[in-house]
């Protein structure tokens, strides 16, 4: 089996070396030995895990729920898709409820900003939002 230095396997995978060396730091990302000289050395999975990875952080899951992912994938044949699902749902359950806060505050925002004359000749003693935000 070929075993890929650091630079190649940033190459290959598309990130930094830096990148690597931080997945190493925070465990998703181990190297599979060192050369003599010290070198890290990955196999090839490792190209297909840091591709996992980077997926994952697109689609918004956290470094810790990787992991998770990771080692359910690593052993597969004992967990169940419904754990898998479960990781998955919890996230759509976090963004819906970041959904509903964002809404709210922006209709809150809207309403503030509606208010406000907005004219340019007039001085802010008097402005609505300053005056809202002021008000307990």
């Known amino acids: 089996m070929k075993m890929l230095q650091i630079g190649q396997l940033a190459k290959r995978a598309g990130v ?5 060396r931080f997945y190493e730091k925070v465990g998703l990302l ?4 060192r050369s003599d000289s010290g070198y ?8 297909s895990r840091i591709h996992f990875i980077l997926k994952a952080k697109r689609i918004g ?14 052993e597969a044949s004992q967990h169940s898709c419904a754990e898998v699902k479960g990781i998955t749902q919890n996230k759509l359950n976090e963004i819906d ?7 709210q ?3 809150a925002l ?4 509606d208010a406000c004359c907005g004219h340019v000749d007039d001085d802010a003693s008097h402005c609505s939002i300053l005056e809202a935000l002021a008000d307990g």
């Open 16 to 20: 930094s070396g830096d990148t690597l």
């Open 40 to 47: 890290r050395l990955y196999d090839e999975d490792a190209v």
């Open 61 to 74: 899951l956290t470094l810790e729920e990787i992991h998770e992912l990771l080692d359910i994938r690593l």
């Open 105 to 107: 505050i922006r209709v």
């Open 30 to 33: 181990q190297p599979a030995s």
């Open 110 to 113: 809207k309403k503030l900003n």
């Open 97 to 103: 409820q970041k959904i509903a806060e964002l809404t």
